[in-house]
C-alpha cells in the first residue's frame, strides 16, 4: 500500500503562482511513477502530467506544457507540483497519483493509488 498526502493548495489570482507537493508513505516511493491529475467541477478528472521512476522523464498535457513543472525527491519521497502564469481555468481539485508505468505509455494509467486531494482555485 501507498498513501498519499497533497499540499499547497489555495486561492491565487490569475497570473500567480502555486507549489504542490505530495508526500509518499508505505511502499518503495522511487518505484512508482508520479503523475498530477485534476478535476474541475462538473468535468471529468484529467490528466496534468507525470514524472518516471529516476525524474529523468517528464510528460505534460498541452494546457499545462511550459507553466507547470513537476519534479520528484525519492529521498523525502515527495513529488512536487510547480505552478506558474495561473489561469482561472487551472481551478480544479489536484490528485496526487502512484502507478507501475507498466500501461501502453509510460505516463499513461493505471494508476493504483491516490491522494484525497488539493483544492486550487485562481481568480480572475
Known amino acids: 500500500q501507498v498513501q498519499l498526502v497533497e499540499s499547497g493548495g489555495g486561492l491565487v489570482q490569475a497570473g500567480g503562482s502555486l507549489r504542490l507537493s505530495c508526500a509518499a508513505s508505505?511502499?518503495?516511493?522511487?518505484?512508482?511513477?508520479m503523475a498530477w491529475y485534476r478535476q474541475a467541477p462538473g468535468k471529468e478528472r484529467e490528466f496534468v502530467t507525470a514524472?518516471?521512476?529516476?525524474?529523468?522523464?517528464?510528460y505534460y498535457a498541452d494546457p499545462v506544457k511550459s507553466r507547470f513543472t513537476i519534479s520528484r525527491d525519492n529521498a523525502k519521497n515527495t513529488v512536487y507540483l510547480e505552478m506558474n502564469k495561473l489561469k482561472p481555468e487551472d481551478t480544479a481539485v489536484y490528485y496526487c497519483?502512484?502507478?507501475?508505468?507498466?500501461?501502453?505509455?509510460?505516463?499513461?494509467?493505471?494508476?493504483?493509488?491516490w491522494g484525497q486531494g488539493t483544492q486550487v482555485t485562481v481568480s480572475s
Open positions: 497519483a502512484a502507478g507501475p508505468g507498466d500501461g501502453s505509455t509510460w505516463y499513461g494509467p493505471p494508476y493504483d493509488y
Open positions: 508505505g511502499r518503495t516511493f522511487s518505484s512508482f511513477v
Open positions: 514524472i518516471s521512476w529516476t525524474g529523468l522523464n517528464t
